[in-house]
């Protein structure tokens, strides 16, 4: 199907495919056999500007939307699900310091995460806190000049690797969720520390840990937007990303079904290509619209946030469950055509099963997403 791609997308999207190809295919099997995270290689992604594209031209970024987010978010990850998480969780973490940033903390903070200076974080989740994520326990009591930071953080990306986080805690939990303020904190702060290295199923090229916040202080001017408006910058931030979710999903979607298209047309059993038996091209055929399906939704949903419709929880949680239910579902269609070669670490695909079930996981389980689905089919209902 044809996207109409501007002249300035199809380039970018060209030199991400020719980095996924070059540079990161050939460590890929390596990275996840080893349970080993980029450093250098993320560091390579800033140096070719991969990082400024959604950063405001204001603060040395290029100034792009989603749709190019996804453009890069896609190609990485049809090559691998690990690098690419750790890219986009840059995004993730970044995100809020853009829209509900001061001006103070977009200049101190977004040229060097433009640059890939700085690698960003956002930390939610906690231990008793996942899908519920307003139970959070972290507390950032107020205290001369700024808060005092007491919890700990589970299952954050980038991990150890990020210089630049942006974490949920509540400056006063009798407050509930109006408690819930949002804080950038740095590496390197007193008392800020990390758990060990997660070992995962999937994308194994990501890192991911624990953060420890053992009363470190933040100072007042690190607070992102008012008290209590963190849990609705948390939501926002969502909505803005689950659309880049659905993207890692389906390149690494797409990057199964390429290598499975490939084998079966190589493979000779019964004296011919196994993909001359209907079973098999059946099956790929059902793979391919599947995928396509997905990447309609991806690129329409990108495409509605930016042009900054209001309501986009619906579009993203929309592409978000359904890209990464392809990804769950092609990726094992994929071991299935390459039978047991499929199944061997020799090919990529078992990698690339794996990896694909995150995307069913993070930035809010699927059955969160059709939650909010239908809360916002009910609410258009009363309009
Ligand atoms: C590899 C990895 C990376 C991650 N990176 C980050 C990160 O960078 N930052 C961050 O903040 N978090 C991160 N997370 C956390 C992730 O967002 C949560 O794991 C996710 O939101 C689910 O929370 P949970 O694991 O506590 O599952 P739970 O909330 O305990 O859910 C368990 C099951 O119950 C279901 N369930 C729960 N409530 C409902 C409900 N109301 N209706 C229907 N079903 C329900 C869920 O769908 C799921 O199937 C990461 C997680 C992983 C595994």
């Known amino acids: 199907m044809k996207y109409f791609w501007s002249h300035e997308q199809e380039v970018l999207q060209k030199a991400a495919r020719r980095f996924a190809?070059?540079?990161?295919?050939?460590?890929?099997?390596?990275?996840?056999?080893?349970?080993?995270?980029?450093?250098?290689?993320?560091?390579?992604?800033?140096?070719?500007?991969?990082?400024?594209?959604?950063i405001p031209k204001e603060y040395d970024g290029m100034g792009m939307g989603v749709t190019e987010?996804?453009?890069?978010?896609?190609e990485f990850s049809r090559v691998c699900g690990g690098v690419s998480c750790a890219y986009s969780v840059n995004a993730l973490g970044s995100y809020p310091i853009v829209k509900w940033g001061t001006e103070e903390q977009k200049k101190k903070y977004l040229p060097k995460i433009?640059?890939?200076?700085?690698?960003?974080?956002?930390?939610?989740?906690?231990?008793?806190?996942?899908?519920?994520?307003?139970?959070?326990?972290?507390t950032a009591i107020p205290c001369d000049g700024g808060y005092r930071l007491n919890g700990t953080k589970i299952f954050i990306t980038n991990g150890?690797?990020?210089?630049?986080?942006?974490?949920?805690?509540?400056?006063?939990?009798?407050?509930?969720?109006?408690?819930?303020?949002?804080?950038?904190?740095?590496?390197?702060?007193?008392?800020?520390?990390?758990?060990?290295?997660?070992?995962?199923?999937?994308?194994?090229?990501?890192?991911?840990?624990?953060?420890?916040?053992d009363d470190v202080f933040v100072p007042e001017e690190n607070r992102i937007g008012a008290p209590g408006r963190g849990f609705l910058i948390a939501m926002d931030n969502f909505d803005h990303s689950r659309?880049?979710?659905?993207?890692?999903?389906?390149?690494?979607?797409?990057?199964?079904?390429?290598?499975?298209?490939?084998?079966a047309t190589k493979r000779i059993q019964f004296?011919?290509?196994?993909?001359?038996?209907?079973?098999?091209?059946?099956?790929?055929?059902?793979?391919a619209t599947q995928i396509e399906a997905a990447r309609s939704l991806v690129y329409n949903s990108a495409a509605t946030v930016d042009a900054g419709e209001k309501r986009i929880g619906k579009c993203s949680a929309m592409a978000k469950y359904f890209a990464s239910d392809v990804a769950v579902k092609v990726t094992m269609d994929a071991i299935?055509?390459?039978?047991?070669?499929?199944?061997?670490?020799?090919?990529?695909?078992?990698?690339?099963?794996?990896?694909?079930?995150?995307?069913?996981?993070?930035?809010?389980?699927?059955?969160?997403?059709?939650?909010?689905?239908?809360?916002?089919?009910?609410?258009?209902?009363?309009?």
């Open 21 to 54: 190809e070059e540079r990161i295919k050939p460590l890929r099997a390596a990275l996840d056999e080893n349970d080993e995270c980029p450093v250098d290689l993320i560091k390579e992604m800033g140096r070719l500007d991969f990082m400024r594209i959604f």
């Open 69 to 74: 987010l996804c453009l890069v978010q896609e």
């Open 114 to 138: 433009a640059s890939g200076e700085y690698l960003a974080a956002f930390a939610l989740t906690e231990a008793e806190a996942g899908s519920d994520a307003s139970a959070i326990k972290t």
């Open 160 to 213: 150890s690797i990020a210089d630049v986080y942006v974490v949920l805690a509540s400056v006063n939990p009798k407050k509930g969720i109006r408690g819930i303020t949002a804080f950038i904190v740095e590496k390197g702060w007193q008392g800020f520390h990390f758990g060990e290295k997660e070992r995962k199923m999937g994308i194994r090229a990501t890192h991911t840990c624990d953060l420890l916040f």
């Open 243 to 263: 659309t880049g979710v659905g993207a890692q999903a389906l390149g690494i979607a797409q990057g199964a079904f390429e290598e499975s298209l490939h084998y």
């Open 271 to 287: 004296g011919q290509p196994i993909f001359a038996q209907q079973a098999v091209k059946f099956m790929l055929a059902d793979m």
């Open 336 to 383: 299935q055509v390459m039978g047991g070669y499929g199944y061997m670490k020799d090919y990529p695909v078992e990698k690339m099963c794996r990896d694909a079930k995150i995307t069913q996981i993070y930035e809010g389980t699927n059955q969160i997403q059709r939650i909010v689905v239908a809360q916002e089919l009910v609410r258009e209902l009363s309009k």
